[in-house]
């Protein structure tokens, strides 16, 4: 059999559609539904069932799919083992983060990193979906979670703290003399979420009052602030940097650790061993500005 066609028979079980799994090997779909119908050629079986809600694996398909993740593993590992033996700083380094904090912080930071080192092509893939680095999807990802899995290296590496931030417009009209009149001022915040640190802080602040907008970007927040819609939470590196805004002192205000993970296979990789190193100098010298004090 084609040995590549595994990597289709895995991307589909994961996706559930062939838009969805070639979207993520970045293939056309027709391509996906032809490489499918020659993996079930060659291995003699029916290994998914169009349904209405997707793609669904067959018994079969359950059962071959274990030793096909250990092929693809496999594999992978051979790709890593070969990119650790490059020697040159040259040739490109993918790295994901959050998405406000790859365009507001990462983003200048990186280009310069690439300007001084010329072979290398640095890309920032700022957003919410979380890459995976043992797939190559990625080499470094900042993050504001510790990843579990046993064949990453991960690093704490900063903390970045959140404050309230208003415009000097906005509170010429509408003064906040205490945290206990929140409850009565247009509130911008992150959308909710159990694990959302600084949108459970604003409801214990505001004593549980709905904001007037809401936004997963940090970035929506500021702007929304900027134009005097209301007191915005805000990391403190966002806030502190913007001239228009004034910074409003609450108690406890919340923080987060920032990770700096890589796969083990890559980490001594020169090209790879240079960013992260020089994203670990960057982060540690730019504390004060992360944490706002």
């Not at 593993?73 to 700083?89: F, G, K, P, Y």
């Not at 900063?158 to 931030?165: A, C, Q, R, T």
């Not at 159990?194 to 009052?209: C, F, M, R, T």
Request: charged content about 20%; glycine content about 6%; proline content about 6%.
């Amino acid at each position: 059999m084609n040995w590549d066609d595994l990597r289709y028979v895995l991307a589909l079980s994961k996706a559930g559609s062939l838009a969805r799994a070639a979207k993520a090997l970045e293939v056309n779909h027709t391509t996906v539904g032809r490489r499918i119908e020659a993996a079930e050629a060659s291995l003699g079986v029916r290994l998914f069932t169009r349904t209405t809600t997707g793609y669904v694996p067959t018994a079969d398909a359950q059962r071959l799919l274990a030793p096909m993740t250990l092929v693809e593993e496999a594999v992978h590992s051979v790709e890593r083992s070969a990119q650790a033996n490059q020697d040159a700083l040259t040739g490109p380094v993918r790295v994901t983060s959050p998405e406000t904090f790859g365009v507001s912080y990462l983003a200048p930071r990186l280009a310069a990193f690439g300007h001084a080192h010329r072979g290398l092509t640095i890309e920032l893939v700022p957003g919410g979906e979380v890459l995976d680095l043992g797939r190559r999807q990625a080499e470094i990802a900042v993050r504001f979670f510790r990843s579990p899995h046993e064949n990453l290296v991960v690093r704490r590496v900063g903390e970045v703290s959140y404050g309230l931030y208003a415009s000097v417009d906005y509170l010429a009209r509408r003064p906040l003399k205490s945290a206990r009149d929140l409850k009565d001022h247009s509130l911008l915040g992150p959308t909710p979420g159990p694990h959302v640190i600084d949108a459970l802080w604003l409801q214990k602040l505001a004593s549980g009052a709905p904001p007037a907008f809401v936004s997963e970007l940090s970035l929506a927040l500021l702007g929304a602030a900027r134009a005097s819609a209301g007191i915005a939470v805000l990391p403190r590196y966002l806030g502190d940097t913007e001239p228009t805004l004034q910074h409003l002192a609450m108690p406890d205000e919340p923080s987060e650790s920032l990770w700096l993970t890589v796969h083990r296979d890559l980490k001594a990789t020169p090209r790879v061993r240079a960013l992260l190193d020089f994203l670990a100098a960057t982060l540690k010298r730019d504390a004060p500005l992360l944490r706002g004090s």
